[in-house]
């Protein structure tokens, strides 16, 4: 037995199934809506990741820190920052140098968020307190007034690297006990 069907009985099946211009175009603008929402969410969270790099960074800079200080009668390094400016000069004793044979490479000191090249142009990403520079590091003092260890900022970022993710945590800081944060602790404050 031969089925035969007629052009004219295909055609009479079903309705067809077809989209507007208009329903087209609608969702398209939905679409692109719905990913203008997302990508500053995406942004965000890939800059945390790269604000999680960069602490780790400063937990290894602190880990350097804890190692110079032992090798040196718990002593802070007398260290500055390089500076963009030529007329300022620190005589060898930048962060990179001073703190290379404890680091054991010194990326550790380039920020995975620095777009604005600090590291390229000073050899860190990172600032140093210089008002510590060749204290002991068990009786911090700052200006004659002895602070806690968990209130001192030891290194952090030189930039607001990280304002993709907000204000408060534009920048990261490293303690000196230790402890790292992404907002400078003041009088106490957090």
């Known amino acids: ?13 079903g309705p067809a199934i077809a989209f507007t ?16 929402l997302l990508l500053p969410a995406i942004a965000r969270t890939k800059e ?4 999680a790099r960069c602490v780790s960074n400063l937990h290894q800079i602190g880990l350097a820190l804890q ?10 390094p007398f260290m ?11 005589n060898g004793q930048t962060v990179d140098l001073v703190l290379s044979n404890h680091l054991g490479n010194n990326n550790v000191l380039k920020c995975p968020s620095d777009t604005m090249q600090v590291y390229e142009q000073t ?13 002991d590091a068990d009786h911090l003092n700052i200006l004659n007034i002895t602070e806690n ?3 001192i900022p030891v290194m952090f970022d030189k930039e607001k690297f990280h304002m993709p993710r ?14 790292l944060k992404n907002l400078l602790e003041l009088e106490g404050t957090r």
Not at 1 to 13: D, G, Y
């Open 1 to 13: 037995m031969k089925l035969c069907v007629k052009p004219r009985e295909l055609a009479s099946t």
């Open 21 to 36: 211009l208009v329903e087209l175009l609608v969702v398209l603008a939905i679409i692109a809506l719905l990913a203008a």
């Open 48 to 51: 945390s990741g790269r604000s």
């Open 67 to 76: 190692l110079y200080v032992e090798d040196n009668q718990n002593k802070l």
């Open 80 to 90: 500055h920052d390089k500076s963009t400016n030529l007329v300022y000069e620190t």
């Open 123 to 135: 050899a860190s990403s990172y600032g140093w307190n210089a008002v510590l520079n060749g204290q």
């Open 149 to 151: 260890p968990h209130q």
């Open 166 to 179: 907000g204000p408060a945590k534009a920048m990261n800081f490293l303690y000196a006990d230790g402890h």
